[in-house]
């Protein structure tokens, strides 16, 4: 069984500032992991992957993730921030199909 | 319509009721998701179901049916529900469980409220 951990459950930023968020993973297995948005009163949208190969992984809306195995982590990041990127983020990890998520961390950009 | 819907988006039901979720994919997937989205908590995985067989149960209370006639559409009966099952409950599907995407594509969900 796979677990996730985000660290920050609340993260202000102010607009054009960088933002880094937190996610550690525990497993026996290799895994898939993911960053998931949710914008208020929406579903969860996919940011990125990872699959395998690189350990760097670029999403979506200028969002970067890196892959540490040594370190079992996959920290996200965008060097600037917008205030459309207010929402809560999610990260995942799974190595079949069923995907477990960490408690989530709110995003909430200030200008 | 496009990608996963949930009708309705929002329900307010008593204790006594029972009502019905609905999921809608339009995706081709073969494999369907329902989740409970508590505030501050993980999103709990309930049922899964690929090909319309269900292959998880995740000790989902009986007062939670599901029901997948075909693999675009999934169900969820509820029927007296008690007020800690208010929640975001979330549809998902993905293309082929035993695949090597395992992307999830989720709906906007459904608020419930039981009072």
């Known amino acids: 069984a796979q677990s996730v951990t985000q660290l920050d459950s609340q993260v202000p930023v102010f607009e054009e500032a960088p933002v880094e968020l937190r996610c550690n993973y525990s497993?026996?297995?290799?895994?898939?992991l993911f960053w998931y948005v949710q914008y208020p009163n929406q579903g969860l949208q996919l940011l990125l992957k990872?699959?395998?190969?690189?350990?760097l992984v670029k999403g979506i809306n200028g969002f970067e993730a890196e892959f540490n195995k040594s370190q079992t982590s996959f920290h996200l990041r965008k060097p600037s921030v917008h205030i459309s990127d207010t929402a809560e983020y999610f990260c995942a990890v799974t190595n079949d199909y069923k995907l477990s998520f960490g408690a989530g961390t709110t995003v909430t950009v200030r200008a | 319509e496009t990608g996963v819907t949930q009708t309705p988006r929002h329900l307010v039901m008593g204790m006594t009721n029972k009502k019905s979720l609905k999921c809608e994919q339009h995706?081709?997937?073969?494999?369907m998701y329902w989740y409970k989205q508590s505030a501050k908590k993980p999103l709990e995985l309930m049922f899964v179901y690929n090909f319309k067989e269900q292959t998880e149960n995740n000790s989902v209370p009986s007062r939670f049916s599901p029901e997948c006639p075909n693999s675009s559409h999934l169900f969820l009966h509820l029927h007296t529900l008690q007020p800690e099952d208010s929640a975001l409950y979330l549809c998902a599907s993905s293309q082929d469980p035993s695949g090597t995407q395992h992307e999830q594509f989720f709906g906007p969900g459904t608020r419930l409220t039981v009072l």
């Open positions: 497993s026996s297995v290799s895994v898939y």
């Open positions: 995706l081709g997937h073969n494999a």
């Open positions: 990872y699959l395998s190969g690189s350990t």
